[in-house]
């Protein structure tokens, strides 16, 4: 072996030994381990019992139905002003963005709009109509509810905002689609 196929050798594997000491030493800095009960009773306070919840396999995202009915449309048009005005429009053949114009998108199907390059993961959906629910999963959370979706929006948290913005974007339409 040459010397300098050893000089990388080294190089290498010191900076993996690094790498590896540098990990250790974070994980006691940021997470130091916990004693099961403290060591010192304050107050005669009984150590809290961390009943650890069972983490759920996919986050459920609270359901919008029962919110619809009194949502608040004004606020929902605000809100996607504010929040998806940049990528998208809302009027009546209105242009296409970053995201394709959203005239009519409550009961459509996926992927509909003329002249917009959709993601493989949405137009595998063509035949699927965007429900309520379908889009109340999609806004709260993009990438779960569609994975590989182009759509870069990190989700809105809030359902009663979510049922705001769905009951506006169920406006845009000549013909809105019954509330469920
Ligand atoms: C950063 C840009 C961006 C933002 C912000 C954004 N979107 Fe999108 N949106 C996209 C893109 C890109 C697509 C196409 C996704 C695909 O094909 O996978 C899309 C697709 C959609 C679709 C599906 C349309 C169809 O015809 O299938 C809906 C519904 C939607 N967006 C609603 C929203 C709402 C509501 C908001 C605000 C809460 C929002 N988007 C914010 C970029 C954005």
Redesign the pocket.
């Known amino acids: 072996m040459s010397l300098e196929t050893n000089k990388v050798f080294a190089a290498v594997l010191t900076a993996g030994v690094c790498f590896m000491t540098a990990g250790l030493i974070g994980e006691l800095l940021v997470y130091p381990k916990r004693p099961a009960a403290p060591a010192i009773a304050i107050g005669g306070a009984q150590p809290q019992q961390a009943a650890a919840p069972a983490a759920p396999a996919a986050p459920a995202v609270e359901p919008i139905t029962p919110l619809l009915a009194a949502a608040n449309v004004e606020n929902g048009r605000t809100?996607?002003h504010r929040?998806?005005?940049?990528?998208?429009t809302f009027n009546e053949g209105g242009r296409h963005?970053?995201?394709?114009n959203?005239w009519g998108?409550v009961g459509?199907?996926?992927?509909?709009?003329e002249g917009?390059?959709?993601?493989?993961?949405?137009?595998a959906?063509a035949n699927e109509p965007?429900t309520f629910e379908a889009?109340n999963a999609?806004?709260a959370n993009?990438r779960a509810a569609?994975p590989?979706?182009?759509?870069?929006?990190n989700?809105?948290a809030s359902a009663q905002q979510?049922a705001d913005?769905?009951a506006y974007?169920r406006t845009l339409s000549a013909n809105p689609v019954p509330l469920p």
């Open positions: 809100l996607a929040q998806c005005g940049s990528c998208h963005g970053v995201g394709p959203l998108i459509a199907n996926h992927a509909r709009a917009f390059r959709y993601s493989a993961a949405n137009q959906r965007w889009l999609f806004i993009p569609m590989g979706t182009s759509m870069g929006f989700g809105l979510r913005l769905i974007l």
